[in-house]
């Protein structure tokens, strides 16, 4: 593994209050350029979700992959407490990734 090597838990969001999704990538801006371009997966395509709304950063792609799992299996109430922490308006990170 490369020291600078950095891996990304997300969340995005169709909006404000909507619909959530949660992944894990090595490549932040280009995983959500591909979801707003439609071709990240067929659930944010079909539902619209393409705003980042929430994401942190590992080292290790274990830690990612545990991350990525246990918030997944979190009750919605939890996810939208963790986005609200760091983001509470729901803004669209993404812009701030470049």
């Known amino acids: 593994m490369h020291l600078d090597q950095q891996y990304f838990v997300y969340i995005l969001a169709s909006g404000l209050g909507g619909t959530l999704y949660v992944g894990v990538t090595n490549n932040l801006l280009k995983r959500?350029?591909?979801?707003?371009?439609?071709?990240?997966?067929?659930f944010t395509a079909k539902y619209g979700v393409h705003r980042l709304v929430y994401y942190e950063v590992h080292e290790e792609i274990e830690q990612a992959i545990q991350r990525e799992k246990r918030i997944k299996r979190w009750k919605r109430a939890w996810k939208v407490s963790l986005i609200e922490k760091r983001n509470p308006d729901w803004d669209d990170l993404y812009s701030k990734l470049s």
């Open 32 to 42: 959500v350029f591909e979801h707003r371009d439609g071709r990240g997966s067929e």
